[in-house]
């Protein structure tokens, strides 16, 4: 039963533009929300968060999105650069041992 | 800062042989600390996690097993390795805002 799912294993964009991930997640009880940007044979790093009484956070190039009703969460980055390419993980949350579900990732290549 | 470190960065191991994987933690105390094993092609998956000295939850059942026997370190071992063992194994432990931190991770490729 995969609790978070990020349905598009990869994505291309240009360097620039907008580069839109997608997240669904199942768990109703799920309340805080991440995303991790990895690196080959490096441990994920913290991008940025969104708690559930919130629907949008920013932190300089990248916004994430939240839509309670539909379940669905969505990073945006703004522009893209080359150096964003990696795989990005969706994770959420719920537990009071705050363990995080992760999605099986999405790989984004940025063109320059 | 706190910083979390983890060891040996690669190992390679036969079928049946044992297992000790290192994470030590350091700038912070009491954390909630995680063990991580991405295989190849799949997601970060959630092995154990601690609150505590001596306090392990397993969330998966298998043949690997962990125990934290001081505040900030938290080991990953197993007394027979199989060929599905094989992957990146991420200790992460836990911030102020619930966020997660990684260690760099431990390659294991099971032969």
């Known amino acids: 039963d995969q609790q978070v799912k990020q349905n598009s294993p990869s994505l291309s964009v240009q360097e620039g533009r907008i580069s839109i991930l997608n997240c669904d997640y199942t768990?109703?009880?799920?309340?805080?929300f991440l995303w991790y940007k990895k690196y080959p044979a490096e441990g994920p790093t913290f991008l940025i968060s969104i708690s559930s009484i919130k629907d949008k956070n920013e932190d300089g190039r990248f916004t994430v999105f939240l839509n309670k009703s539909a379940k669905h969460l969505s990073l945006h980055i703004v522009p893209s650069q080359p150096g964003d390419s990696a795989v990005y993980f969706c994770?959420?949350?719920?537990?009071?041992?705050?363990?995080?579900?992760f999605g099986k990732g999405t790989l984004l290549t940025v063109n320059p | 800062s706190q910083t979390i470190h983890q060891w040996p960065a690669t190992l390679v191991q036969p079928v049946g042989s044992p297992l000790s994987l290192e994470c030590t933690v350091e700038g912070t105390s009491n954390p909630n600390l995680y063990w991580y094993r991405q295989a190849a092609g799949r997601g970060l998956q959630l092995l154990f996690y601690?609150?505590?000295?001596?306090?392990i939850s397993s969330e998966v059942p298998q043949n690997l097993s962990a125990s934290r026997p001081q505040d900030r370190q938290f080991i990953l071992s197993s007394k027979k390795l199989l060929l599905s063992d094989s992957g990146f194994y991420l200790c992460?432990?836990?911030?102020?805002?619930?966020?997660?931190?990684f260690g760099p991770g431990t390659r294991l490729t099971v032969t």
């Open positions: 992460a432990w836990i911030g102020e805002a619930y966020e997660q931190y």
């Open positions: 601690s609150v505590g000295i001596g306090q």
């Open positions: 994770a959420a949350s719920g537990g009071s041992n705050y363990k995080l579900t």
């Open positions: 768990n109703s009880m799920f309340d805080y």
